[in-house]
């Protein structure tokens, strides 16, 4: 029913367990922003966040290449139920990322992911993707506001390393943890997944850190299986796939 009447399926968070469901489904899905959070965000949609959304559902070229977030980061929540917010913009960060936290050259792969917390509930079940889906993938991989510690981090990470699907990866691209401006927590973070790279024996595996998706604002819009590409000299992603097709043309 879907294929015959195509609809964007958009989320983050909690919605990482559809997007595997559609994953499974062969349906392709975006990992991005929320009606609330990200659409109506106080003061208006970050423009880098809204820039990224059209061209991954609203154009038909390649999406290319992620250009950087000059304007700011953040996390701040200001309650959309206070009339008083509804002009009020959020406090930025200044941007440092993406960069490059390991490797070097170009690596290209399939995109898949989610929110971290989110992945551990979908180990083992019907839904998550059999071993060979793997190969070659590029893993898209953010906390959320929860914060949990980069030990269980590198204890996850782990049990995909268990589960042969580290090995298997082109490359990694980090979002910044959800709910933090925690500089110590984040290279923390960082330092866990470095760890638990060089623990399964990939210390030149390509990882970007600090990319913008997942909990924090703004957030890129991430299509599922989509052909992906990681510049680690210049710290650059790019899509190479159009996000979505002209079913017209």
């Keep these: 029913m879907i294929a ?23 349906l392709g899905s975006f990992y991005g922003p929320t009606i609330m959070a990200g ?27 992620i250009a950087p ?16 917010n509804q002009n009020r913009r959020r406090r930025l960060t ?11 050259g170009i690596a290209q792969g399939h995109l898949i992911g989610g929110c971290a917390e989110v992945l551990e509930m979908l180990k083992g079940s019907d839904w998550w993707p ?53 500089e110590a927590y984040r ?6 997944v470095v760890r638990a790279l060089a623990e399964a024996g990939l210390p030149r595996l390509p990882v970007l850190a600090e990319c913008e998706f997942g909990h924090t604002d703004p957030m890129v819009t991430l299509p599922y299986g989509a052909m992906a590409e990681i510049d680690a000299n210049r710290a650059r992603l790019s899509i190479l796939e159009a996000g979505v097709t002209d079913a017209h043309g």
Excluded at 4 to 26: E, M, Q, R
Excluded at 39 to 65: C, V, W, Y
């Design 39 to 65: 659409f109506a965000e106080n003061g208006g949609m970050h423009a880098h966040a809204e820039n990224s959304l059209r061209k991954a559902i609203f154009q038909t070229d390649p999406i290319g290449e």
């Design 94 to 104: 200044p941007s440092t990322g993406p960069r490059t936290l390991q490797g070097t």
């Design 130 to 182: 059999p071993l060979d889906y793997w190969n070659g993938a590029i893993l898209f991989y953010e906390t959320s506001e929860e914060a949990p510690p980069p030990t269980l981090v590198l204890r996850w990470l782990r049990n995909f390393a268990a589960q042969g699907i580290l090995a298997r990866l082109a490359g990694i691209i980090l979002g910044r943890p959800g709910g933090q401006t925690d």
């Design 69 to 84: 977030n000059r304007d700011g980061w953040t996390v701040e929540h200001l309650p959309w139920k206070d009339p008083e």
């Design 4 to 26: 015959d009447n195509p609809k964007v399926f958009l989320g983050y968070s909690d919605p990482t367990i559809l997007h595997f469901g559609c994953l499974k489904a062969g």
């Design 187 to 192: 290279k923390a973070q960082e330092d866990a």
